[in-house]
C-alpha cells in the first residue's frame, strides 16, 4: 500500500528494455544462414553487415530521441547490436568494415546525444554468459561475449553490463568463488562496468551482497525475483542493501508474474507492471533508475506512470 506522503516523481529514471510495442523503431539482425549464403555467393558480406550495423545506429539515434520525448530516462540494448561480431567464422573488427569511419562517427554522436538528452545507456547480455560455469569453454565463451558488450559500451558511454552470477552447481559458495576468480580474467572496462542481478531461481540478494562487497560491484536489485526467491532480508532491507553497494545511481528491475503472485509460473513476466508491486521504499532513495520488465515495452511505462502520478496528485491534494 502506498503511504500518505508526497514523493518526488523526477528522482526516477525509467528504464526501456530493447525493442519498443507500439513505437516505429525496430533494429535490425541476421543469421549465421545468411551471411554463409551471402559468402557461398560470393557476395561481400562485411558490405551487408556494415549497411545494417549503420541502420541500427540510425535506430538508436531514434531510440535515444523517443526516450528523451517521452521521459524515458534510460534504454537498454539489445546484445546483438552488432550482429555476428565474435563469431568464430563470420566475425569481423569495426575497423574492417567499408563504412568503419561513418560507423565509428554514429557511435560517436549517439554517445553525446544519450549523455546531452541525460538517457542511460545499459546492457544485459544473454543467459548463457556464465562466469562461475565448471565448463572452461563456457567461461571463455563468456568472457568474450562480456568483451564485446565492453566495447560497444565504451563506445557508447555506457556504463551498466549486467548479469546473473550463473548457476550453483551443487555449491553455492563454490560457485560465488568461481565467479570472483573469473571476474579478475575481465578487462578493465569491463570489471568498471560489470553489475550482478539476484535471480528467480540461484542467488537471492543476500547471496550475492557479500560478493558485492567482495568485488566492488553493484547489486542490480531485482525485486520480481525476491518475491518468486526470498530470504531472510524484506523488499525494504534489499533494496536499502542493494542501493548502498552503488557509486553511481542505482538500477533496479521491476516487474509483474503475466498469471499473479499464486499463478503457476510467478516467473512469467505481465504486459504490464501491479501498481500494487511498486514497493514504495523505492520513493525514498536521492535517485536512481528503475528498468521495466514487461512486454508492453513504453506502454508499459507509460501506464505505470500515470499510475504513479494519479496516486501522489490524489496525496498532495489531502495534504493542501
Known amino acids: ?18 525493442i519498443f510495442k ?32 549503420l541502420s541500427n545506429l540510425n535506430t538508436l539515434i531514434a531510440a535515444i530521441e523517443y526516450c528523451k520525448q517521452f521521459n524515458i530516462g534510460s534504454f537498454r540494448i539489445q546484445s546483438e547490436f552488432l550482429p555476428l561480431f565474435k563469431h568464430s567464422q563470420y566475425g569481423y ?33 544473454d543467459q548463457f554468459v556464465v562466469l562461475n560455469s565448471p565448463h572452461e569453454h563456457v567461461v571463455k565463451n563468456s568472457i568474450q561475449e562480456l568483451e564485446y558488450h565492453g566495447e560497444i559500451a565504451e563506445l557508447l558511454g555506457a556504463d551498466v553490463i549486467n548479469i546473473h552470477a550463473g548457476g550453483t552447481y551443487g555449491n553455492k559458495a ?11 580474467r575481465l578487462s578493465k572496462r569491463v570489471r568498471t562496468r560489470l553489475t550482478i542481478e539476484n535471480d528467480d531461481r540461484c542467488f537471492t540478494p543476500q547471496d550475492l551482497l557479500s560478493l558485492c562487497q567482495q568485488l566492488k560491484i553493484p ?18 532491507q534489499a533494496s536499502i542493501q542493494a542501493y548502498k ?19 503457476p509460473k510467478r516467473e512469467r513476466h ?51
Open 1 to 18: 500500500m502506498f503511504m500518505t506522503r508526497e514523493y518526488p516523481m523526477h528522482k526516477i529514471r525509467w528504464g526501456l528494455c530493447c
Open 22 to 53: 507500439e513505437a516505429p523503431i525496430k533494429f535490425r539482425k541476421t543469421t549465421v544462414a545468411y551471411i554463409a549464403r551471402l559468402n557461398n555467393r560470393g557476395e561481400p558480406y562485411l558490405n551487408f553487415l556494415s549497411t545494417l550495423i
Open 93 to 125: 573488427q569495426l575497423e574492417q568494415l567499408p563504412e568503419a569511419a561513418l560507423i565509428f562517427q554514429k557511435f560517436e554522436y549517439c554517445k553525446k546525444l544519450a549523455q546531452t538528452n541525460a538517457v542511460r545507456l545499459t546492457f544485459h547480455p
Open 174 to 184: 563454490k560457485a560465488l568463488t568461481n565467479f570472483a576468480e573469473r571476474f579478475e
Open 219 to 236: 547489486l542490480v536489485y531485482d525485486v520480481h525475483h525476491h518475491r518468486c526467491l526470498p530470504d531472510e532480508l524484506s523488499l525494504e
Open 245 to 263: 553497494t552503488w557509486d553511481r545511481e542505482p538500477l533496479f528491475h521491476i516487474s509483474s508474474p503475466l498469471e499473479g503472485w499464486n499463478g
Open 270 to 320: 505481465h504486459d504490464y507492471i501491479d501498481i500494487q508491486d511498486f514497493p514504495t521504499c523505492w520513493f525514498d532513495f536521492p535517485a536512481m533508475t528503475i528498468e521495466i520488465e514487461a512486454k508492453a515495452k513504453e506502454l508499459a511505462i507509460f501506464k505505470l506512470q500515470a499510475e504513479l502520478d494519479l496516486i501522489l496528485k490524489k496525496i498532495k491534494h489531502g495534504f493542501d
